[in-house]
């Protein structure tokens, strides 16, 4: 990064205009302002210690802000992976102890029968379920149960734990 892009004056960092340019709206969002703008400044490769100058606060608590930001940008996104795997049309439960290879036809069948399509091949699909489940696949074994669920788009989407508690 050159010196320019570091500079707290350069009319690149109207935070406001940034802001407003991607949409951000406080009261509909899971990040506070402050967050939000120091994340905007970040993405656009502006150092800590300039965004620290430019709001009158230290380089650790800009850090400690992009930290929470980063954590409730993760949040929402597990947040909207559940809402997602909990209203597909399509929820397969794969038990503990299943072997990876048989997880494509389960899924298939459980699309044919709700007449959702899945744009996935077999060896697709199992490498989604197992980059998706993290270390609840070793190799071809499901350690822990998931919940494949399958959206009305054919996106799959996989969750640790099966099927969601009923009422």
């Known amino acids: 990064m050159d010196d320019s892009e570091g500079d707290a004056t350069d009319p690149n960092l109207d935070t406001d205009a940034i802001l407003e340019e991607v949409g951000f709206v406080p009261d509909e969002s899971v990040l506070t302002r402050r967050q939000a703008e120091v994340l905007a400044l970040r993405e656009r490769g502006v150092r800590q210690s300039t965004i620290a100058d430019r709001l009158g606060t230290s380089r650790a608590n800009v850090s400690s802000i992009e930290s929470s930001a980063r954590r409730n940008v993760e949040k929402a996104r597990e947040t909207i992976a559940f809402a997602e795997a909990l209203t597909a049309p399509v929820q397969v439960v794969v038990e503990r102890g299943e072997d990876l290879y048989n997880v494509p036809k389960s899924v298939y069948d ?48 996989v969750r640790r734990g099966g099927m969601p508690n009923e009422p």
């Open 110 to 157: 459980a699309c044919d029968e709700a007449g959702v399509k899945v744009n996935h091949t077999a060896p697709d699909l199992m490498k989604i379920v197992a980059d998706e489940a993290g270390d609840a696949v070793k190799g071809r074994e499901v350690r822990e149960q998931l919940l494949v669920g399958v959206t009305s788009d054919g996106s799959v989407r």
